[in-house]
């Protein structure tokens, strides 16, 4: 579902600092930027294709329109005394006009974005030196709290504590390469890869040498092909597994697996549990 998110006096910011039994909405995406924080309580994130565990010191930031949600564990209910205590800060995602990127003051900022189109989660190192500025974030109001969610958002965008959580799939970033060969060869792969992708051909598209294109494919993008072309398949299956409307048998060919059993296999060593365990645990409550 998608959520609409108002915000009072036309704020350019939304917090929250929530104290409650649980987490409780469900599978969603909104327009706005999100970062979560986590102060006390555990659970199961979802992000796009992404499933992991959370605990306290969590933190994580979500791009536009990235469908995610947060399970609590069951201990946190309306008949135990836990609960979840959580900080949500939500802004849009043009509170800095474009023209202010061109800067390279906050050209970090604008890759930020770009990174957290897939979601960022942060280890707990980075939030616990992140905990007093997000907790001064939600108590102050006005020009102050702009001032801080700058100096968050530069601190998130320049540490190397993090990773990406999403899959290829994914990914909305636009690839700002003067090399119009990744282009041509990014979109015959993101359009293409349900079907049986040739190297021959898609080398002959970036007008290299086969082997010569597997060394500059890796170089441009940290993924050898056959990888890149798995996790593609792999995230549109988690997207197919999670509308439920076809079997694992009929996700495996129609995601671009000719093979039930290589198919299984893939998505176990990814996701680290079987299809069918990733269908019940997201659609657990769903």
């Known amino acids: 579902m998608q959520e609409h998110i108002d915000f009072p006096m036309q704020s350019a910011l939304k917090v929250k600092w929530q104290n409650k039994k649980s987490f409780t909405y469900p599978?969603?995406?909104?327009?706005?930027?999100?970062?979560?924080?986590?102060?006390?309580?555990?659970?199961?994130?979802?992000?796009?294709?992404?499933?992991?565990?959370?605990?306290?010191?969590?933190?994580?930031?979500?791009?536009?329109?990235?469908?995610?949600?947060?399970?609590?564990?069951e201990v946190y209910s309306e008949d135990n005394d836990k609960s979840i205590n959580y900080i949500v800060i939500q802004f849009s995602n043009d509170l800095f006009p474009e023209s202010l990127f061109k800067y390279s003051e906050f050209q970090v900022i604008q890759k930020l974005y770009e990174r957290a189109s897939r979601g960022i989660r942060f280890n707990n190192k980075f939030s616990s030196e992140a905990d007093k500025l997000i907790k001064r974030i939600a108590r102050s109001s006005g020009f102050e709290r702009i001032i801080m969610l700058m100096k968050l958002l530069n601190s998130m965008a320049t540490t190397k504590e993090c990773r990406s959580l999403a899959g290829a799939l994914y990914d909305q970033q636009k690839f700002n390469y003067f090399d119009n060969r990744l282009t041509k060869v990014l979109h015959y792969l993101n359009t293409g890869y349900q079907q049986k992708i040739d190297l021959n051909t898609i080398a002959e598209i970036a007008n290299l040498h086969p082997s010569s294109f597997c060394r500059y494919f890796k170089d441009k993008t940290g993924k050898s092909l056959s990888k890149?072309?798995?996790?593609?398949?792999?995230?549109?299956?988690?997207?197919?597994?999670?509308?439920?409307?076809?079997?694992?048998?009929?996700?495996?060919?129609?995601?671009?697996?000719?093979?039930?059993?290589?198919?299984?296999?893939?998505?176990?060593?990814?996701?680290?549990?079987?299809?069918?365990?990733?269908?019940?645990?997201?659609?657990?409550?769903?």
């Open 228 to 286: 890149y072309i798995i996790d593609l398949r792999l995230s549109y299956a988690c997207r197919l597994i999670t509308e439920g409307n076809l079997s694992v048998s009929q996700v495996c060919f129609e995601s671009g697996f000719n093979n039930l059993s290589n198919f299984n296999r893939k998505f176990k060593h990814t996701f680290k549990m079987t299809p069918t365990e990733y269908y019940h645990r997201f659609h657990q409550h769903t």
């Open 27 to 73: 599978w969603h995406f909104h327009h706005e930027i999100e970062i979560l924080y986590v102060i006390e309580g555990s659970g199961t994130s979802f992000v796009a294709d992404n499933v992991e565990n959370f605990n306290s010191g969590d933190l994580a930031i979500l791009g536009s329109n990235l469908p995610h949600f947060w399970r609590s564990d």
